[in-house]
């Protein structure tokens, strides 16, 4: 089983709407015995906060199941536990290598080949969503065919 760690800022927007698009598409296409997805931040300022409401908002128009999530921080150990930690944007990116001194084991890559926009601060949670959406196809495409 392939343990995938979506990480943002704080947990209440990108990082949760990619795990639980992702762990939906994995289970539409009957792969859920094969991936373990979960969410975390890399600020504390979130957490045990709720998914934001616009991040929500995207799960009901879509019809994404979801659970009651509360933001959780990211640890040191989850560098170990998990195959592959997946970021939303550069600045986090960077912060990360900081944190776990480098990627020694090339576990770390971007959902995109660039920035997904925080809709935290840009309110555009629909661009947030159709950017996830197109890097989880690509991910599971390429984690399918390992």
């Given amino acids: 089983m392939k343990k995938i760690l979506f990480l943002c800022h704080g947990n209440i927007c990108r990082s949760p709407m990619a795990q639980y698009v992702m762990q939906h598409k994995v289970d539409q296409c009957g792969l859920s015995d094969r991936f373990f997805i979960e969410s975390k931040a890399l600020s504390p300022e979130e ?80 661009t947030t969503y159709r950017d996830i959406d197109r890097g989880t196809d690509q991910l599971l495409r390429r984690l399918s065919h390992e």
């Fill in 47 to 126: 957490i045990g906060n709720r998914i934001h409401y616009g991040t929500v908002n995207i799960f009901e128009k879509y019809h994404i199941p979801y659970r009651d999530h509360r933001a959780r921080e990211f640890e040191s150990a989850d560098y170990d536990y998990y195959d592959l930690i997946v970021l939303m944007d550069r600045y986090n990116l960077q912060r990360i290598k900081r944190y776990i001194k480098g990627d020694p084991l090339h576990k770390i890559v971007m959902l995109l080949n660039r920035d997904v926009a925080d809709p935290w601060y840009t309110g555009d949670f629909e």
